[in-house]
Each structure stands twice: as C-alpha cells, then as structure tokens.
C-alpha cells in the first residue's frame, strides 16, 4: 500500500514508509503494578519501537504527546494530537420521570454523585469514598455516591473502605451500566466525580459534561486539556479538595449551573470529523 494507518500503536515489522501509527496512553509506565511484567515489557518495547518506526504518530492528547516525547525521545514534530469524539447521541436528559425510572433500576434513592468507569485504583476511588465520608453531615445525609461499572483490580479493598467507614447505605455498587442508561444517570446526579491519577485522554469528563453534569476532576496528565475551564480541577491526591468540591456544588447555588453550561459548550471542540480530519491531513503529510 501506498501508506498505512494504524489506529493503535503496532505496526507490521514489514511497512510502508508513509505509515502512522496512534498511541492512547502510557498508563503502563505510571502504573506498572496493574500490569503483568511480560504484558508490561511488551506495550513499554513495542510502543518505543513503534513510535519511532513510524513517519507519524497519532495521540490523543497533549499530555500523551509529551509522555511520548519525554520517555522515548520521539521528536515533537512528527506526534500531532487527534482528539477523539465521543458520542453525539448523549444529550441531557430533561424528563425527570425516565431519570426517577433509571435511577430506581439500579437501586439510587436521592440526589447522589456519580464516578462511572472501571473501579480500580488508578481512578482514586479511595479517595472519592474518604472525601464523600468527611462531607458535612447536612449533605450526607441527604445524598448517596454511586461508584458505576465493572470490577477492576482491587476492587475489594473498596467494599472493604465502605464498611469501615460505615457508609454501606450511602455509598452504592450498581454495577455495569448499560448504555442506554447512561445519559439519565449521568444527568440525574449532583456532580460526576472523576479525579482519575491518570488518564491518556479521559472521555468519560466529555461524557457527563455532554449530559449536563458538573463535573469535578484532575489537574493533571490530559484531564485539565479535555475539560477545558468547565470542570473543578483539583490534586487528586487531595482528599480535602475533592470533599470542598463537592460540597461547594451543593451549597453554591450559582457554580452548578454554570459548569453545566460551560460543559455543554466544552463538548463542541470534540468530534469524530474533526478527529478523522486530523488524521487524513497527517496521512497525506506523511506520503510528501
């Protein structure tokens, strides 16, 4: 073929020399303890090789880009940020009937705030669960947290901080999420909260802010890029700020609102054309 695009990050050992390669992440490299050593030893030595085989790469982030250049040298020039989309069909969702409908099919009384994703540590779920505990009493006794998706790595250890802190009424373990719930989930809560310690792009901000939900997440790797000034950016390795964060969208009856607003906007900078267009301007490049 004249050129080769690959929408991850291994190429063929034989290729075309207009060939580009997209890298996501390098999650493997901040947290190498989720990652069996050989599984590890091969994204670290083939994503090195790939990236600097190829005439481009593809990330998805800014942050990513940087990872790339800092950790394998690969120069800055030929790594251009295609962000991804995300899908146009979410929207907010107004009807409080179908949210009260969502919300009672998996198992969600009250107002509440929400993280949906993969429950592992890398997500900083513990400190989620600690910030919702020093919460004031006003608002926690009136609001749940409901941590949606599928079990990851160390997902006991969760459970277990839940019936220590003696949260088993307030903090709440649906489960997967199907996709046609996820919109009035996701606008039916207080906030989402995702103060993930890392994320090579970090759509599921994208997502709650497409519905309507204020979000509360990282200053950190591509969150701060991706949220844009619609979000509450924050350490995540400090509980105390998630705990005002979430408090704040409470008590402050002006700043729910207005990252509502400010994220339905934010969500216009991302889509699949503007991603695809990216990518076909970097595969022309690459066949000069």
Request: net charge negative; aromatic share 8%; proline share 7%.
């Amino acid at each position: 073929p004249d050129a080769l695009f690959v929408p991850s990050h291994v190429l063929p050992i034989i290729h075309p020399p207009a060939s580009v390669v997209t890298v996501h992440d390098l999650g493997y490299r901040y947290f190498p303890e989720t990652h069996p050593w050989r599984q590890r030893l091969y994204l670290d030595l083939s994503t090195r090789w790939n990236a600097r085989a190829a005439a481009h790469v593809l990330a998805d982030s800014a942050a990513t880009k940087a990872d790339l250049a800092t950790h394998y040298r690969v120069d800055p020039d030929k790594i251009t940020v295609a962000y991804p989309g995300l899908d146009e069909t979410l929207a907010p969702v107004r009807d409080p009937v179908r949210i009260a409908a969502v919300k009672a099919r998996y198992g969600i009384g009250g107002d509440y705030y929400l993280y949906l994703g993969t429950l592992q540590p890398r997500k900083n779920l513990a400190r989620v669960i600690a910030a919702f505990a020093d919460l004031p009493p006003s608002i926690q006794a009136d609001a749940s947290l409901v941590l949606a998706g599928k079990k990851g790595w160390l997902y006991d250890a969760l459970f277990e901080q839940v019936r220590h802190l003696g949260l088993e009424r307030n903090v709440r373990f649906p489960g997967y999420v199907a996709a046609e719930d996820k919109a009035a989930l996701m606008s039916g809560a207080l906030a989402f909260v995702f103060p993930s310690l890392y994320e090579g792009f970090g759509l599921p901000v994208l997502e709650a802010q497409a519905c309507g939900c204020p979000v509360i997440t990282s200053a950190t790797s591509s969150l701060p890029e991706v949220a844009g000034d619609a979000a509450v950016l924050l350490d995540p390795h400090d509980t105390a700020a998630i705990t005002t964060a979430m408090a704040s969208l409470v008590a402050d009856d002006e700043m729910r609102p207005s990252l509502i607003e400010r994220g339905l906007a934010n969500v216009r900078r991302f889509s699949w054309e503007n991603c695809a267009r990216t990518a076909l301007g970097v595969i022309a490049h690459s066949m000069v």
